[in-house]
């Protein structure tokens, strides 16, 4: 199994930035794609940006040119840069690996974006 735990999160005004960061531990060997989600209140979670092992990535129309994903591998830890936070990017964010067929997550981290 993979643990993830997520943290960064916090409250800051439009406009400002935050960096979210996950560790992941335990059977991380067999860990490929990892990507950040994030869930707002009464909405589904969505994906916010994704990245192979090989460091590929992808991202959600509403973040690409704000929000940056990477990893460090030597340090098992995925990390989600975001710039210029609006109000709506307000969600709790959650870390997801995926490892073979199994789907981890982490208990997630909020961000709050005031106007």
């Known amino acids: 199994q993979v643990q993830l735990m997520e943290s960064g999160g916090g409250l800051v005004q439009a406009g400002e930035s935050l960096r979210l960061s996950c560790l992941a531990s335990?059977?991380?060997?067999?860990?490929?794609?990892m990507a950040w989600y994030r869930q707002a209140p009464g909405k589904q979670r969505e994906l916010v940006a994704s990245?192979?092992?090989?460091?590929?990535?992808n991202y959600a129309d509403s973040v690409k040119g704000r929000f940056t994903i990477s990893r460090d591998n030597t340090k098992n830890t995925v990390y989600l840069q975001m710039n210029m936070l609006k109000p709506e990017d307000t969600a709790d964010y959650y870390c997801n690996a995926v490892s073979g067929a199994f789907n981890s997550w982490g208990q997630g981290t909020q961000v709050t974006v005031s106007s």
């Open positions: 990245i192979t092992s090989r460091g590929s990535t």
């Open positions: 335990g059977n991380i060997f067999w860990i490929n794609d």
